[in-house]
């Protein structure tokens, strides 16, 4: 339970984190979403072996975090608490795959640990940029930029109401778990029995509220059609901020700056 | 304007389970009235409030608003000119902006974008929460939630504003700034509410509804004094109006 | 469990989300259909109620540890499976970006493994026929817990699938197999109970509220086949030209990028098509011994594969990577130190 009330008070820093104004702030929803797909794809792209191509990739969510002044702890903590899934599957890799892939000094490395590590790599990449999307754009951002790329309008509306009760019903939620809790002894008051009450009065009221919704909605004209005023335009800013970063990414994809990088270095060395 | 008018007539309506819930309410209130209609709970409050902005259509009686009868055919031209202010804001600001919320209306009725900024901006000075324009509704207090609920109805320029207890959940000063917001407004207003000081401030005339009937409808002054009427509909004299218990004077 | 980003490979992702996009296309459009508005806000706030639920626990007898409702199964029957499906995609998206779970190319693969095989196989396959047109108490539970079941079942052997086709994890898929379903077993059966009693205590206090998703069900029975057929299709056709993109080279966006722009190694050709015949052979033979990289008998695969990604295996060229690795990581955090000085003057 601890657990997901504190993933919602998140939801809400995260959004608040998504009314600042900076550069990226202020850049049209479509530009980041499409850029950040670019992204995502480009590193999962590559060979499961692959490192060190993948560690420039590094260098969009690092400009983005210092350009759009989002606090680093916050985010770092957020990947940690949902690493597991990806560490559960990963670390299963160097079990099954042991053909030594090359040495550092006299410790031979497996396919299995690089795999794993690269695993753990795409891992950080993909989900800090899916965290920094949303702190820079907002929900509904990302909604509108959705709507706009094509998504069915019926859909998004619904996200958008989802985004919005989500408050709502969890505080209910809450509270119901409080009161139970209270009058809650030995383990018993707990058992399924009561639960399926608990959840079944809240979707009665969930229910109840849906209807007095639509008709608040209904009492303003509302005839299945929503309307919202946009105020974001595709410029020349956007323009560059999606091409520009979309070469970069395509470069990197192609060219292990690492590799060329360290080449270099150490011929210069010898 | 004489035709700012709301008219029920023998109105009566019993839920599918066949509990009686209005049984012949009858009232005429006409334009500038600012009205009470005050009852215990399950009086049939919320069920009145239901059929004034056509959410119920009448079965049995009639209600005119303005021009129109309430049927089927009227309930958007009824819905324009009456605004309906819910009991939770929540229901009620559904939008994920203040901005958003209070331009759904508008945008609804088809005006074009200049027009409805102007609305929106009018609407949200007139309760002094201009500056919430865009903060999402889950992030404003209770006092600020209820401004912006009735600033969305506002920018619809309603004739008639219906309330559904407009001053639950707000601390006192929210409360006593929402009642000079609310005295400021030229509207027909109907007000339905426990809360009977409310009503000494806002309304001159008040209607008891107990079990489904009219059980008064009067000057406010007149039906708060009557204390026998108040307590056979299971409601008591407003504070204001009670003796001072430290004093003992009236 | 869900699907992430960091296990899939372009191609799989890449179907997943136009199997799952075609599919909201569709059903955006039945929900229309039904003209019905006041369904839009049914749809949102029963997506919320989701997940205000998972808030309330239970513990489960026995064993101390505690459980809570799933989506999908309650959903559709709740709204039919169009809005059903609608609604826990909007789930789905909403734990992709605000809590992370899975991240956004792995949107696809949850979305489908956790939407349609509860709202499109488990409710009008198994929960519909099993409680028949006059629903009883023990009817309701029954088809609760087995579609319950049955759906998470299919979620999880999507699961299996989606990141075995990757083959970023080593994973054999046997192993998998046999570590996920036991696992989705257990806590199928539990989501079945909650699902079951939530639906009787709904079917006892409003029974009329489980009947207007019946009253959509004429509605669903009749195309229910299209949007299975229409299903196949799309997954059939972007899957098999997506992989065959992916494994003509195995890195698909370069195959495609070269394919564009026209340029260098024709012969890349030849071997693409090896490859890609070489993939569909593997994906015939892998169900009855699919082993990535058993170390026995197919460490040779996996070093011609290493050799491939890794284009020279020997020391000094992994030890420039390292180096530039670190180098490059230690540019980017340089960078983002710099900008934020610049800033500071700017905020300050």
């Not at chain 1, 946009?230 to 520009?244: K, Q, S, V």
């Amino acid at each position: 339970m601890s657990r997901i009330e504190t993933a919602f008070f998140e939801i809400g820093s995260l959004d608040t984190l998504a009314g600042g104004d900076t550069f990226v702030h202020r850049l049209d929803p479509r530009a980041k979403v499409v850029t950040t797909l670019i992204f995502i794809c480009c590193v999962v792209s590559f060979q499961k072996y692959q490192l060190s191509a993948l560690l420039p990739f590094f260098i969009f969510p690092a400009v983005l975090l210092t350009t759009a002044q989002l606090p680093v702890g916050f985010l770092l903590k957020k990947l940690l608490f949902v690493a597991p899934f990806a560490f559960f599957i990963g670390v299963f890799n160097p079990f099954f795959d042991q053909t030594i892939l090359f040495h550092v000094g006299p410790v031979g490395i497996s396919g299995g640990w690089v795999s794993f590590a690269s695993i753990m790599l795409r891992f950080c990449l993909t989900i800090s940029m899916a965290l920094i999307l949303i702190a820079t754009t907002s929900f509904n951002g990302v909604c509108m930029a959705l709507e706009k790329i094509g998504a069915p309008r019926v859909f998004t509306v619904q996200l958008l109401l989802l985004h919005r009760y989500l408050f709502v019903l969890v505080g209910e939620a809450s509270r119901l778990v409080k009161a139970r809790a209270l009058r809650s002894f030995n383990g018993r008051g707990t058992g399924m029995t009561v639960f399926g009450h608990i959840v079944g009065q809240l979707l009665l009221r969930t229910l109840d509220r849906a209807q007095r919704i639509h008709l608040a909605m209904q009492c303003r004209g509302f005839t299945g059609e929503i309307h919202q005023m946009r105020l974001f335009r595709f410029g020349w800013h956007e323009f560059f901020f999606t091409l520009a970063w979309s070469a970069v990414f395509l470069i990197l994809r192609f060219y292990n700056l690492s590799q060329l990088l360290g080449g270099f270095l150490l011929e210069f060395a010898q | 304007m004489s035709h700012h008018i709301v008219a029920v007539k023998d109105l009566e309506y019993t839920y599918p389970d066949g509990t009686p819930a209005i049984q012949g309410v009858s009232f005429r209130i006409t334009h500038g009235e600012s009205v009470a209609i005050v009852g215990a709970n399950g009086a049939g409050k919320s069920t009145l409030l239901m059929h004034l902005n056509g959410y119920l259509t009448p079965r049995e009686g009639s209600v005119q608003v303005g021009d129109f009868p309430l049927t089927k055919a009227t309930v958007s031209d009824v819905r324009r000119s009456v605004g309906m202010v819910f009991q939770d804001p929540d229901d009620q600001l559904f939008m994920p902006t203040v901005f958003d919320d209070v331009a759904f209306g508008p945008l609804n009725l088809g005006l074009p974008a200049e027009d409805v900024k102007v609305r929106v901006s009018d609407a949200l000075s007139r309760m002094d929460v201009l500056h919430l324009k865009d903060r999402p509704p889950y992030k404003l207090s209770g006092g600020e939630k209820r401004a912006v609920a009735i600033a969305a109805v506002l920018s619809m320029s309603p004739d008639v504003l219906v309330m559904d207890e407009p001053t639950t959940g707000l601390d006192p000063r929210a409360r006593r700034q929402l009642i000079a917001q609310l005295d400021s407004f030229q509207h027909t207003k109907i007000i339905a509410t426990h809360d009977l000081d409310l009503v000494l401030d806002l309304c001159q005339r008040t209607i008891v509804i107990h079990a489904g009937k009219v059980m008064a409808d009067g000057p406010t002054l007149e039906i708060f004094n009557d204390g026998k009427l108040l307590e056979r509909c299971h409601l008591e004299k407003p504070l204001r109006l009670q003796g001072c218990p430290v004093c003992g004077r009236d | 469990m869900h699907m992430a980003d960091a296990l899939l490979t372009p191609a799989v992702g890449g179907t997943m989300w136009a199997a799952t996009a075609g599919t909201i296309a569709y059903c955006s459009r039945k929900v229309k259909l039904e003209m019905d508005d006041s369904k839009v806000p049914l749809m949102g706030v029963l997506a919320a109620f989701i997940f205000a639920a998972q808030m309330i626990n239970f513990t489960i007898p026995g064993t101390g540890s505690s459980g809570h409702l799933g989506g999908g199964m309650i959903l559709a029957i709740l709204l039919g499976p169009y809005a059903a499906f609608l609604a826990m995609a909007s789930v789905l998206t909403v734990q992709a970006l605000f809590f992370a779970d899975g991240g956004l190319l792995a949107l696809g693969c949850n979305i489908f493994n956790l939407g349609i095989f509860p709202c499109f196989i488990a409710y009008p396959l198994i929960y519909r026929p099993l409680v028949g047109e006059s629903p009883s108490q023990r009817r309701i539970f029954l088809a609760a817990i087995v579609s319950a079941v049955f759906g998470l079942q299919l979620g999880a052997f999507g699961v299996v699938l989606e990141t075995v086709l990757s083959g970023v994890s080593s994973l054999p898929f046997n192993t998998f197999v046999s570590l996920m379903q036991p696992i989705h077993l257990a806590i199928g059966i539990v989501e079945g109970l909650v699902t079951a009693a939530v639906v009787l205590f709904v079917w006892k206090a409003r029974p009329e509220i489980l009947k207007y998703a019946d009253s959509a069900r004429s509605l669903c029975g009749l195309s229910l086949k299209k949007v299975l057929v229409g299903l196949a299709i799309v997954t059939v056709v972007t899957g098999g030209s997506l992989s065959w993109f992916a494994s003509a080279n195995p890195d698909g966006l370069e195959w495609a990028i070269l394919g564009v722009t026209g340029s260098e190694e024709v012969e890349e050709g030849e071997s693409g098509l090896h490859a890609a015949l070489a993939w569909l052979q593997e994906c015939f033979a892998f169900l009855p011994d699919y082993g990535f990289a058993q170390p026995e008998t197919s460490s040779e695969k996996v070093a011609e594969e290493a050799a491939e990604a890794w284009p020279a295996v020997d020391a000094g060229t992994s030890v420039s990577g390292l180096i530039g690795g670190i180098m490059t990581l230690a540019l980017a955090a340089l960078i983002g130190l710099l900008l934020k000085r610049r800033q500071r003057p700017q905020v300050g």
